[in-house]
């Protein structure tokens, strides 16, 4: 067995890492990313010893897992990611021609 995916959406994150969440909800921004964002509580929580660095990581891996898993079930998600890519790699072929 190559894999188990434990959710098939965010609400199972979610509730894995109930304890992210609780300090999430007292960070300063609502779309705090918990990557060095002033007036973070989950860093914070980290910094006091409360929350442990390896279980952050592990949250923000599979954050980017259950968004690489929505757009490739999500067909306009993956079109819009499709553009985006192909304008990134168009500047930087013009950036290098000149």
């Not at 007292?26 to 929350?51: M, N, T, Y």
């Amino acid at each position: 067995m190559r894999e188990l995916q434990l959710w098939t959406t965010s609400e199972g994150l979610e509730a894995t890492f109930a304890d992210i969440e609780a300090l999430a909800e007292d960070c300063r921004f609502r779309d705090c990313q918990h990557q060095g964002e002033p007036g973070c509580a989950v860093e914070a929580g980290i910094a006091a010893g409360d929350l442990s660095g390896d279980r952050l990581h592990s949250y923000h891996k599979l954050q980017r897992e259950q968004q690489w898993l929505d757009q490739r079930h999500d067909a306009r998600a993956a079109l819009n990611n499709k553009r985006r890519w192909k304008t990134i790699h168009k500047a930087m072929r013009d950036r290098y021609k000149g």
